[in-house]
């Protein structure tokens, strides 16, 4: 049975487009079955000042554990251009981000992974591209739909959908 692996994508730096169709390529050559594509959001940095974001919400089937799944993102954002991993949330601009937000239905932590992902429920320009495509999905922790979770979101920031889509 293939693990169904939920990602969001996105990147502040140079040809954003590119960059995102760049990663749901590599994604589906190295990782699974690209299934699911949210549209591409657009939001300011988050935690630090620089250019937008462009963000999309991803769904791939895989037969890699989660800590694989880390290791080959890793190496994804690096093919594409990232020079540096953000360290203890002192963020910067970067061509590409990978973050993994779900993993089946699992929960998962150690030293360098949290499935989900810690931060969705506060993230509007997260939980907005996840409700686009698994609204009903529940958060294994929370334990309320993605739905809810931006229904409850306090975040503030603009998120804004753009005419582009992969």
């Not at 594509?37 to 937008?52: K, L, N």
């Not at 880390?70 to 953000?86: A, N, P, V, Y």
């Not at 998962?108 to 969705?120: A, E, G, N, Q, T």
Request: glycine share 4%; net charge negative; aromatic share 8%.
């Amino acid at each position: 049975m293939k693990n169904k692996l939920t990602l969001l994508i996105g990147g502040n730096v140079g040809d954003k487009l590119f960059y995102l169709q760049k990663t749901v390529d590599l994604l589906s050559e190295k990782l699974g079955d690209v299934i699911k594509t949210s549209s591409i959001y657009e939001t300011a940095a988050w935690g630090f000042e620089s250019d937008d974001f462009y963000n999309m919400a991803v769904v791939v089937e895989t037969n890699h554990t989660p800590t694989d799944c880390l290791c080959i993102t890793q190496s994804i954002e690096f093919e594409i251009g990232r020079k540096e991993k953000s360290i203890d949330g002192n963020y910067s601009a970067r061509c590409m981000d990978i973050d993994l937000m779900f993993y089946n239905d699992i929960t998962f932590h150690d030293d360098r992974l949290s499935i989900p992902h810690l931060k969705i429920q506060e993230r509007k320009f997260v939980l907005i591209p996840l409700n686009e495509i698994m609204n009903q999905y529940i958060h294994p922790k929370e334990e309320k739909t993605i739905s809810e979770l931006l229904s409850e979101c306090s975040d503030q920031s603009e998120v804004k959908k753009i005419n582009e889509h992969i």
